[in-house]
């Protein structure tokens, strides 16, 4: 446990996180980098908001409250991602957009011993006009392995002090179905799929939040996708393509039971037919850093930590 005085005296001078942070540092460029090399434009994040992703019904979210702010007369809800906002910032005519998203997720605080949540933390979440899943699966695989040789390269020291060893993937990552998995594995996939595998890899087709596609040609299917460490490390990225016709939105909302008046915007230009069909997905910073650096909790990267059932020191 850590008390006020340890937190100042004994976390912030831990030695290993000034190898944790360069480490970081060059992640981090190394993505903007690559984003913007593919023609990507960047979106600075919105924090406050009338509306934000539900976040449900999905077996991996487990908030137990929706983060609201009052400011004069107006409630204003915090973001647990920007998916809509990526998708009303296409309208703009902008085809290819990131942007370095903080989301706050009021996790329930049993999640503190998975090792992999926060209730805040930046995800780098891109959207890409008319792209296919195929489109992401490749761009992504692209954007680790170049993420992976840089810090190899450029952070050899760091990763040694570390005790880390990284293996560079090679494309393309091994994909498995949801339902594939699920019979191996019984519904808890994750981590031990995680345990079992080298490199990265895919699980696709997951039913949860209303703005994944399902797939027309075979409903009760999803168009969507996870990338998962290997090593027990779990999730790393998740998106899909995107429902974009009013119809199927109104309709996915009204099957998950959500309150219409949250979208009441969102849904006015859907039906206008203002959004158009994309793809996309967002990769967890803190969840990539943990990965490279080999730690064991996420919280341990952050030098302010945010962890579900942990006090808040600073
Ligand atoms: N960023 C994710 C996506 O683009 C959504 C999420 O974080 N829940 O699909």
Not at 131 to 158: C, G, N, Q, Y
Not at 207 to 227: I, M, Q, S, V
Not at 277 to 283: E, K, M, R, V, Y
């Amino acid at each position: 446990m850590l008390t006020r005085l340890s937190y100042i005296e004994e976390y912030l001078k831990r030695k290993d996180f000034l190898y944790i942070l360069k480490i970081q540092t060059t992640a981090i460029r190394t993505i903007e980098d690559f984003m913007v090399e593919k023609g990507f434009i960047q979106l600075m994040p919105v924090i406050t908001s009338k509306l934000t992703d539900p976040l449900g019904p999905d077996p991996g979210s487990s908030v137990v409250a929706l983060p609201k702010i009052k400011y004069y007369d107006q409630e204003l809800v915090l973001t647990q991602s920007m998916i809509l906002h990526k998708q009303l910032a296409l309208i703009t005519g902008v085809e290819k957009i990131f942007i370095f998203s903080p989301n706050i997720r009021l996790e329930n605080k049993i999640r503190k011993s998975t090792g992999k949540h926060l209730f805040e933390f930046t995800q780098m979440d891109f959207e890409i006009a008319y792209a296919t899943m195929e489109d992401v699966i490749s761009l992504v695989e692209d954007l680790i392995i170049e993420v992976f040789k840089t810090v190899k390269r450029e952070r050899k020291e760091e990763l040694e002090k570390l005790n880390r060893e990284l293996k560079i993937p090679g494309k393309p990552f091994k994909i498995y179905t949801t339902h594939e998995l699920e019979e191996v594995y019984g519904k808890d996939w994750e981590i031990p799929a995680s345990k079992a595998e080298k490199y990265p890899f895919w699980v696709i087709c997951h039913k949860r939040e209303f703005y994944d596609k399902e797939d027309p040609d075979r409903p009760g299917h999803y168009l969507n996708y996870d990338l998962v460490y290997p090593e027990g490390y779990g999730e790393a990225l998740s998106g899909g393509e995107r429902e974009w016709k009013y119809e199927r939105i109104i309709s996915r909302i009204r099957k998950d039971g959500l309150d219409e008046r949250m979208y009441k915007s969102y849904l006015e230009i859907a039906k206008k037919g203002l959004l158009i069909p994309s793809a996309g997905g967002g990769l967890g910073v803190e969840r990539l850093i943990r990965f490279l650096t080999g730690k064991k909790h996420i919280g341990d990267i952050q030098v302010f930590r945010r962890i579900p059932g942990e006090e808040v020191i600073l």
